[in-house]
């Protein structure tokens, strides 16, 4: 899949656009089955890879007719590379001087916000702003914890950590006596509770809540 990839990103490069959406198409099928096999505990049969892998295949060698041969698409992979990497160096040494590297981090778990204060600051305006810098993903690659980071830089408070316990989904050594007196409990991390991996002790308060009749939740899988 890592092959099929770099030529999504070549085919794109040379505005081969139906090829770069053919390509990805597989590598969501592969994707796809791969979660199912893990959701069932099983490995895949070959009747179940070989249609998958044999189309993908077909693709990469397609790929690599209209493309050049790897060595020629490697080679303008790393020049990109290196473009971005150049790029991203300057931005963040520049970004650094604006920022304490010291200053303590936040979740989006559990926040109360003041939406006066919000105002004031413009929070929205300079959420876009980078969300803007970042619009070639040279800053931070995926997710909402950078930008919400930068957007709200010294403007948190902490909360008393009775209003919110977290880390249900990876620590074990929480107290119960503080999962029943916090306001809100916060399963991050990779042991969700839904899973066969899921931290025991803390399931049930989990499952106090859960309407298993619930017809959304028939066709879940929960451990």
Avoid at 28 to 49: N, T
Avoid at 158 to 168: I, N, S
Avoid at 204 to 221: E, G, I, K
Wanted: glycine share 6%.
């Amino acid at each position: 899949m890592p092959l099929a990839k770099a030529y999504v990103f070549i085919a794109k490069e040379h505005n081969d656009l139906h090829l770069s959406w053919e390509l990805s198409s597989k590598i969501r099928s592969c994707q796809l089955l791969l979660s199912k096999a893990a959701m069932r505990g099983q490995p895949i049969s070959l009747d179940e890879a070989k249609p998958i892998v044999t189309a993908l295949s077909t693709l990469i060698y397609k790929a690599q007719d209209a493309h050049y041969d790897i060595a020629t698409s490697m080679m303008t992979m790393k020049s990109h590379i290196q473009s971005l990497e150049e790029r991203a160096h300057a931005a963040t040494v520049h970004i650094q001087a604006k920022f304490d590297a010291q200053a303590c981090g936040w979740a989006f778990g559990m926040n109360v916000f003041d939406l006066i204060a919000w105002r004031k600051a413009n929070v929205t305006g300079r959420y876009r702003y980078w969300q803007e810098q970042n619009i070639e993903r040279t800053l931070w690659k995926l997710g909402t914890l950078p930008p919400g980071l930068l957007a709200f830089y010294g403007l948190t408070e902490p909360l008393d950590r009775r209003w919110h316990v977290l880390g249900l989904g990876y620590d074990v050594n929480i107290d119960n006596r503080l999962i029943e007196t916090t306001a809100v409990i916060h399963y991050n991390g990779n042991m969700k509770p839904w899973l066969k991996l899921g931290i025991g002790g803390y399931k049930p308060f989990w499952l106090r809540y859960l309407n298993s009749s619930h017809p959304y939740l028939q066709d879940c899988v929960t451990a």
